[in-house]
T-cell receptor, first 112, second 113 residues
Framework: GQQVMQIPQYQHVQEGEDFTTYCNSS?????IQWYKQRPGGHPVFLIQ?????EVKKQKRLTFQFGEAKKNSSLHITATQTTDVGTYFC????????????FGAGTILRVKS | ETGVTQSPTHLIKTRGQQVTLRCSSQ?????VSWYQQALGQGPQFIFQ???????GRGNFPPRFSGLQFPNYSSELNVNALELDDSALYLC????????????FGEGSRLTVL
């Protein structure tokens, strides 16, 4: 089963609305990465968070890593149609030799 | 473009057959990871190769095997194909085995009939 859980599975928003996806692990993660996969495409790296409580911003995207390093979130402000895709978090888990384990992803659809 | 190339892009096999998928990593990257992505799911870690040695394996049976060559390109072999093996197989290269981002190829879509 999934070692890294993401919610929601799917979100459909009106263009201009905000969007947030959450990522949770039962075990401490050494770091967390976020990827975006466009329909029919492959995952593309967005960012990596390493420190407890870390917050990073990329234009309209804000990424957070929890204090306990067991959860993370991605928030998009004022969504645009170009934000459409599936957003995956991926954490390094010790039981997999610190290899990246992906969540199931959150599918974002944006209505214009 | 990530510089990671995979072949073939699409293929169809029947149950019981064997398949080999290939991946050329980005120049300078010594680590290759393979993932299986079923429709509507996240990529599932199969294994990783670092400097020609297997360096971590996910929850996949032994009929999933791999190789990494001196030029760091890689192969994924699957024997005795099952219907559930139908998926997108993604190869990702990285500079180090532990840290840093993964650069994914476009994937090989395998259909098992």
């Amino acid at each position: 089963g999934q070692q890294v859980m993401q919610i929601p599975q799917y979100q459909h928003v009106q263009e201009g609305e905000d969007f947030t996806t959450y990522c949770n692990s039962s075990t401490t993660l050494s770091n967390i990465q976020w990827y975006k996969q466009r329909p029919g495409g492959h995952p593309v790296f967005l960012i990596q968070l390493v420190k407890s409580g870390e917050v990073k911003k990329q234009k309209r995207l804000t990424f957070q890593f929890g204090e306990a390093k067991k959860n993370s979130s991605l928030h998009i402000t004022a969504t645009q149609t170009t934000d459409v895709g599936t957003y995956f978090c991926a954490g390094k888990l010790m039981e997999y030799g610190n290899k990246l384990v992906f969540g199931a992803g959150t599918i974002l659809r944006v209505k214009s | 473009e990530t510089g990671v190339t995979q072949s073939p892009t699409h293929l169809i096999k029947t149950r019981g057959q064997q398949v080999t998928l290939r991946c050329s990593s980005q120049s300078g990257h010594n680590t290759v990871s393979w993932y299986q992505q079923a429709l509507g799911q996240g990529p599932q870690f199969i294994f990783q190769y670092y400097r020609e040695e297997e360096n971590g394996r996910g929850n996949f049976p032994p009929r999933f095997s791999g190789l990494q060559f001196p030029n760091y390109s890689s192969e994924l072999n699957v024997n005795a194909l099952e219907l559930d093996d139908s998926a997108l197989y993604l190869c990702a290269s990285s500079l180090e085995s532990i840290a840093g981002e993964l650069f994914f190829g476009e994937g090989s879509r395998l259909t098992v009939l």
